[in-house]
């Protein structure tokens, strides 16, 4: 157990609606990780969080937005969804924004059908 | 060409073998070199990284990275079922944004008792 708690575990929903999935860090942890892997693309970098401000973006749609909350947990937006965005989302902590120690919570395994 | 290439696998060997499992990069500015791994609806779990070039042991496991050949290997002694999952080599850079990790697809290993 990593100490990294994502909900919930599983998501059914319909194309062109909205969910949002919800990250703690591990105590301690001020920065936080989104991730998407899928089968064809792999684990990508969505975004990073640190201290409750952004601090890096990789290949995240406009369609998905992320925010950290002063307790230091954080949510990820998925909006207007297609079937392509069905995969496993990960969150991740760290101490500080620059630490590559990443921990990884279990994720949470969207399907838009 | 993506920035980091992982063989698939599947790998399926005896218990005892020797496991040997690869990386190739095209990113110069890579520095930290990371093996993670994942078990079958986990998150990924960081075994061992490496800063710059050179050996890391750590029990069974060694990391080895060649910055001049952009190829890093991870070498699995005496393997044991346990190790059955599925391994995913990751890079990042040093400073601001580039810590971000950029991950290999993952390789599925299959250690047979």
């Known amino acids: 157990d990593s100490g990294v708690t994502q909900t919930p575990k599983h998501l059914i929903t319909a194309t062109g609606q909205r969910v949002t999935l919800r990250c703690s860090p591990r105590s301690g942890d001020l920065s936080v990780y989104w991730y998407q892997q899928s089968l064809d693309q792999g684990l990508q970098f969505l975004i990073q969080y640190y201290n409750g401000e952004e601090r890096a973006k990789g290949n995240i749609l406009e369609r998905f937005s992320a925010q950290q909350f002063p307790d230091l947990h954080s949510e990820l937006n998925l909006s207007s969804l297609e079937l392509g965005d069905s995969a496993l989302y990960f969150c991740?902590?760290?101490?500080?924004?620059?630490?590559?120690?990443?921990?990884f919570g279990p994720g949470t395994r969207l399907t838009v059908t | 060409q993506k920035e980091v290439e992982q063989d698939p696998g599947p790998l399926s060997v005896p218990e005892g073998a020797i496991v040997s499992l690869n990386c190739t990069y095209s990113n110069s500015a890579f520095q930290y070199f990371m093996w993670y791994r994942q078990y079958s609806r986990k998150g990924p779990e960081l075994l061992m990284y490496t800063y710059s070039s050179g050996n890391k042991e750590d029990g069974r496991f060694t990391a080895q990275v060649d910055k001049s050949s952009k190829y890093i290997s991870l070498f699995i002694r005496d393997s044991q079922p346990s190790d059955s999952a599925t391994y995913l080599c990751a890079m990042s850079g040093v400073g601001g944004s580039n810590y971000k990790l950029t991950f290999g697809k993952g390789t599925l290993l299959t250690v047979n008792p």
């Open positions: 991740a902590s760290s101490v500080n924004s620059g630490s590559i120690e990443q921990y």
